[in-house]
């Protein structure tokens, strides 16, 4: 197996491109095992994640049935931190951010779809999901059972083919596919 070319960031900062290459590989050996879990979470809920049962249990007083919705939550949050910790590494890697910029996760997926790791319409679908994770987080009280629901869709759905792209920039060096 050839080695990938040289991440744009190698050029001017070797050290910082060692350190960002390892976490990039420390989430990608991550991830399936936590994509697993999650989908595992998820046929809890009936083979096709059936959204009434999962209801039941959002609404629940029972904590186990709280607990069995806890872990699609908890799994849409890790592997959503997971992708965008990628997205942001990658850009770093490729020259389209510096290292202390803020974190943005809307600005990191258009720049993915942008430089053409992923498409603008997984971009979109991938937009929709950080709006979800975002009122999980600051708003979560008024989160419901449906707008949990579908974002563990969308992650289960999404993940798998941005984790293929991903893979595929991570091998031809972080250059853009435009």
């Known amino acids: 197996m050839t080695p990938p070319p040289p991440a744009p960031l190698e050029v001017s900062d070797p050290q910082r491109a060692r350190t960002l290459k390892r976490k990039v590989l420390d989430r990608i050996t991550d991830v399936r095992r936590h994509l697993n879990a999650l989908q595992a ?25 709280l607990n069995r919705v806890k872990a ?6 890790q592997l959503y931190n997971y992708m965008v910790e990628l997205a942001a590494f990658g850009l770093e890697l490729a020259g389209e951010r510096r290292r202390f910029d803020e974190t943005n996760a809307r600005h990191d ?16 679908r991938l937009q929709r999901l950080r709006e979800y994770r975002r009122l999980f987080v600051h708003e979560y009280a008024s989160a419901t059972a449906a707008q949990v629901h579908a ?13 293929r792209a991903y893979g595929e920039w991570v091998r031809t060096g972080f250059r853009a596919r435009r």
């Open 72 to 77: 699609v939550e908890r799994g849409v949050d």
């Open 109 to 124: 997926l258009d720049a993915l779809a942008r430089l053409g790791v992923i498409s603008r319409e997984r971009a979109a």
């Open 151 to 163: 974002a563990a869709r969308i992650l289960a759905d999404e993940l798998p083919p941005f984790y």
């Open 41 to 65: 979470a998820m046929a809890a809920f009936g083979e096709d994640f059936d959204l009434d049962v999962f209801q039941r249990e959002f609404d629940s007083e029972d904590p186990d049935e």
